[in-house]
């Protein structure tokens, strides 16, 4: 069955750095990966969509990359700031491509 | 534009007690789904709905789990009767095409704690 691993459940950085957080899959090759941002007490909140064809994709101060061969994708906030801190979810498209299968998440602590 | 709205926000039952979440989704999102995050594990896929129909169910965990989406506006999830493996975060998303390929909204979570 497919698997889906983010390597680190916390990750704690400095503001100002870049915090890269790690996505690996196994058992499958999805067409789409996600990225999505979870605050304590809410739901998942779309980030960014990337394509199996698409090597990276950027949006403001985020990037994810998206290596098939690998089967891993790499997610980037640049020039991080506490606000940002927060967990980070990793989902990719069920086999049917109907639904969304995700990580456990990494949790992200900025401090200032 | 209102988001997805989940009630009620928290629920405590006793085992062996019934429980109904309501899932309102984005107006005119014809694609709903429900999630469950039990404490330590990741979100998992309870099913999913296109309108009225359920196009996938494989992640509902037993007959005691119960979805409806009567007139493909808003859903319900029934538990009964409740188990104590059922406390979790139950979460609903909707969506305006099938797949992955888009955006899914997702509700602020409905935590149910069986006791």
């Known amino acids: 069955s497919q698997k889906i691993e983010q390597n680190s459940e916390a990750l704690n950085i400095q503001e100002g750095k870049t915090a890269t957080l790690t996505c690996n899959y196994t058992n499958y090759s999805p067409a789409y990966l996600q990225w999505y941002r979870q605050d304590p007490g809410r739901g998942p909140v779309f980030l960014l969509l990337?394509?199996?064809?698409?090597k990276e994709k950027r949006k403001e101060r985020l990037k994810v990359t998206f290596d098939t061969t690998l089967k891993q994708s790499l997610f980037h906030i640049t020039a991080s700031q506490p606000a940002d801190s927060a967990t980070y979810l990793c989902?990719?498209?069920?086999?049917?491509?109907?639904?969304?299968?995700f990580g456990k998440g990494t949790t992200l602590s900025v401090s200032s | 534009e209102a988001g997805v709205t989940q009630f009620p926000s928290h629920s405590v039952i006793e085992k062996g007690q019934t429980v109904t979440l309501r899932c309102d989704p984005i107006s005119g999102h014809d694609n709903l789904y429900w999630y469950r995050r039990v404490m330590g594990k990741e979100i998992k896929f309870l099913l999913h709905?296109?309108?009225?129909?359920?196009?996938?169910e494989s992640g509902m965990p037993n007959n005691r789990f119960l979805a409806e989406r009567t007139g493909g506006t808003y859903s319900t999830l029934k538990v009964q009767p409740a188990e104590l493996e059922d406390s979790g975060v139950y979460f609903c998303?909707?969506?305006?095409?099938?797949?992955?390929?888009?955006?899914?909204?997702f509700g602020q979570g409905t935590r149910l704690t069986v006791v």
């Open positions: 989902a990719l498209d069920n086999q049917a491509g109907t639904a969304l299968i």
């Open positions: 998303a909707s969506s305006s095409l099938t797949g992955s390929y888009t955006e899914a909204f």
């Open positions: 990337i394509r199996e064809n698409e």
């Open positions: 709905f296109v309108k009225e129909s359920k196009q996938d």
